[in-house]
């Protein structure tokens, strides 16, 4: 399904636009840990949301783990729940 | 015996030793329940993201836990009670980590950021707002 609506995409554009992969799958890739803030703060919007995986290209299983570990950051007050 | 990760948020008015004091107190009640404690880290005062409990700071403290259920329901049971504690929480791991944690090495691992494929070590975070909801797909 990915692929298709990709292909379509790609004869539309004039330039070509690159697949991208998860940031969390392959070899040296970081492991996702709920005190490493600075890791997951680059999957969080300017307000403090998570960034949906669409964006970010993380895979489902990644995007569910990085998901619990930004929850937990936020409980003991290390990332934001909200920027006002 | 299970692996725990715990963190606690003490009140920003105590001074470090008396963190000091209520971890050797921690592990004391843990070795009381038959655990013991591998790992120690004070990560210092650092500025809470929101107030906690009308708190803007907290000292951190991590301990890496190896112990029975009960000695830990105990631990967290006291920490309930200790009016300097803001909060905690307990997390169960398969391994516990060895050395110093993500918070603690920050600085390093700066530098080896920018050989990460994919990785644009310039643009932190996706720069762009929130967005509203999920655009109509296109099929």
Partial sequence: MAIKDLTTTQARRPFQRRRKTCPFSGPNAPKIDYKDVRLLQRYVSERGKIVPSRITAVSALKQRVLAQAIKRARFIGIMPYAVS | ?139
């Fill in chain 2, 1 to 139: 015996m299970a692996l725990y990760e715990h963190i606690y948020l003490a009140r920003q008015d105590v001074s470090p030793q008396q963190v000091e004091e209520m971890t050797n107190n921690m592990t004391a009640t843990l070795e009381a329940g038959g655990g013991k404690v591998t790992k120690n880290e004070y990560w210092g005062l650092k500025s809470l993201s929101y107030r906690i409990k009308k708190n803007r700071k907290a000292h951190y403290s991590l301990l890496n836990i190896d112990a029975p259920a009960p000695a830990v329901a105990e631990m967290e049971r006291q920490m309930r009670i200790n009016e300097d504690i803001l909060r905690f929480m307990t997390v169960r791991v398969d391994e516990l980590e060895e050395g110093p944690s993500a918070m603690l090495q920050k600085r390093d691992r700066d530098d080896e950021r920018g050989d990460r494929p994919g990785g644009r070590p310039d643009r932190g975070g996706f720069g762009r707002g929130d967005r509203d909801s999920r655009p109509p797909r296109r099929f």
